[in-house]
């Protein structure tokens, strides 16, 4: 997890939303994830978690965030995978508010396990955000 963000989300606030949503996923998954705190990113060979402002990817289309998995095509194993979460993006560290950081962590790491898209509107796979999907 790199916290490293321009809108002034604190370092110690994005580190613990992280955690949280790392845990929600293993209280409910056979998958047992943790966290780490790594400088920069794009490091090879290992699965982050960073903030993003890349043009290519988040080009004013309403995405605020994006997994990036790699996995074998034969038979769908899963080999690692990236999470960007959009930087231009403005959230927040309140639970209550729709725009909390910890509902796009936590769909997007439901993205990093193989999970697509939920239609069950404030579950953690919904398509869009809504409160709520970090539990």
Same mark, same amino acid.
Request: without cysteine; hydrophobic residues 35%; glycine residues 12%.
């Given at each position: 997890?790199?916290?490293?963000?321009?809108?002034?989300? $604190?370092?110690?606030? &994005?580190? *613990?939303?992280?955690? $949280?949503?790392?845990? $929600?996923? @293993?209280?409910?998954?056979?998958?047992?994830?943790?966290?780490?705190?790594?400088?920069?990113? @794009?490091?090879?060979?290992?699965?982050?978690?960073?903030?993003?402002?890349?043009?290519?990817?988040? @080009?004013?289309?309403? &995405?605020?965030?994006?997994?990036? &998995? *790699?996995?074998?095509?034969?038979?769908?194993?899963?080999?690692?995978?990236?999470?960007?979460?959009?930087?231009?993006?403005?959230?927040?560290?309140?639970?209550?508010?729709?725009?909390?950081?910890? @509902? &796009?962590?936590?769909?997007?790491?439901?993205?990093?396990?193989?999970?697509?898209?939920?239609?069950?509107?404030?579950?953690?796979?919904?398509? $869009?955000?809504?409160?709520?999907?970090?539990?």
């Amino acid at each position: 997890m790199n916290s490293q963000n321009t809108q002034s989300l $604190a370092e110690e606030s &994005v580190q *613990s939303i992280a955690g $949280a949503s790392i845990e $929600a996923w @293993n209280g409910h998954s056979k998958i047992i994830l943790r966290k780490n705190s790594t400088e920069g990113k @794009n490091q090879e060979d290992l699965n982050e978690l960073y903030f993003s402002k890349d043009p290519d990817i988040f @080009n004013g289309t309403g &995405v605020i965030g994006i997994t990036q &998995v *790699s996995f074998k095509d034969n038979d769908g194993k899963i080999l690692g995978g990236d999470v960007l979460i959009n930087d231009n993006y403005s959230f927040s560290t309140r639970e209550t508010d729709q725009s909390y950081l910890g @509902n &796009v962590i936590t769909h997007e790491i439901g993205h990093f396990l193989g999970l697509g898209h939920g239609q069950v509107l404030g579950s953690a796979m919904f398509y $869009a955000i809504t409160r709520g999907q970090y539990i």
